[in-house]
DNA sequence: TTTGAAACAGTATTAAA
DNA sequence: TTTAATACTGTTTCAAA
């Protein structure tokens, strides 16, 4: 789908805020609320806006442990094998298959250290791991909700 | 702050969806809607909750290459001066300073393989940067908004 | 096609109990 | 916490650019 500029101010002022009104976000683009809506509409059945959802603290929820995990797998495990067996765990925030080395990577959450020990050990148990190098987060630096429309 | 099962349950609706009317949300968990509005107001005070997006499809959007970067910087670099240098690539949607060999580790995001280049180019040649070392996300396994509370 | 204005229904918001 | 009153907002329709 293609998208105009209006598209984009219009996605970057919900991505800041997306409980703005219809109304006001028409006020800053020049455009009337019902033709704001039009637009979200079709941006949702185009695909660019998936949903809405809330922003979260992690920390404030008692998630204190963060890390990135580096799975290697056994010969030619399928991705859809990794993606089954890693959806299981709510800790697992970000999945991906990746070049190099490692076959994929994962960001995790945990309450605490043991937390994430015990998480670890369960997804280094899957039949397909053949074993996990990770790293912990000491500070997050950024944590872009979603990126803004390039150019 | 301290969360009952009843803010879990809100925080976990508004996560799937951050549009339902507080009469929604009641009506599933058993309460009003004006109790419910109270309790968002209350995690949004409270920090939980830090606001509302839009959840985007980085590839409808344009973004067709994401990978991995770690930096590796020159001696005892403040996390604040790595914040500021990525902080100024809408690119970098996400960054943590981690354990290991690795100072820090960054997600990218671009347009093109060329892109990606050009942003990796511009990264490496910050003053505190000594090397970088990158992988490419093949498949997105998994990309959940955020961490549903705890338990 | 895409827009703005109007009308209605539904929702947020506040006050009161 | 609920209920109830009010103001806003979402949503649809329709006519016009």
Redesign the interface.
């Known amino acids: 789908?293609q998208?105009d500029h209006l598209d984009t101010e219009i996605?970057a002022l919900?991505?800041?805020?997306?409980?703005r009104s219809y109304a006001e976000v028409g006020a800053r683009i020049g455009l009337s609320a019902s033709a704001v809506k039009r637009r979200v509409d079709r941006l949702r059945a185009?695909?660019?806006?998936?949903?809405?959802?809330?922003?979260?603290?992690?920390s404030?929820?008692?998630?204190t442990v963060?890390?990135?995990v580096e799975l290697y797998c056994r010969n030619s495990t399928a991705?859809a094998v990794?993606?089954r067996a890693?959806?299981r765990f709510?800790?697992?925030?970000?999945?991906?298959?990746?070049?190099?080395d490692?076959d994929?990577?994962l960001r995790i959450?945990a309450?605490d250290m043991r937390h994430f020990e015990q998480v670890l050990e369960q997804i280094g148990a899957q039949p397909f791991v053949a074993r996990t190098k990770s790293?912990?987060?000491?500070?997050?630096?950024?944590?872009?909700?979603?990126?803004?429309?390039?150019?």
Chains 1, 2 share one sequence.
């Open positions: 789908m998208l996605i919900l991505v800041e805020d997306a409980r185009g695909g660019a806006i998936t949903g809405f959802t809330v922003r979260l603290d992690p404030a929820l008692g998630w963060e890390g990135y991705p990794i993606r890693v959806d709510p800790e697992v925030v970000d999945a991906s298959t990746v070049s190099g490692a994929a990577v959450v309450t790293v912990l987060v000491l500070s997050p630096l950024l944590r872009r909700a979603s990126a803004p429309p390039p150019h």
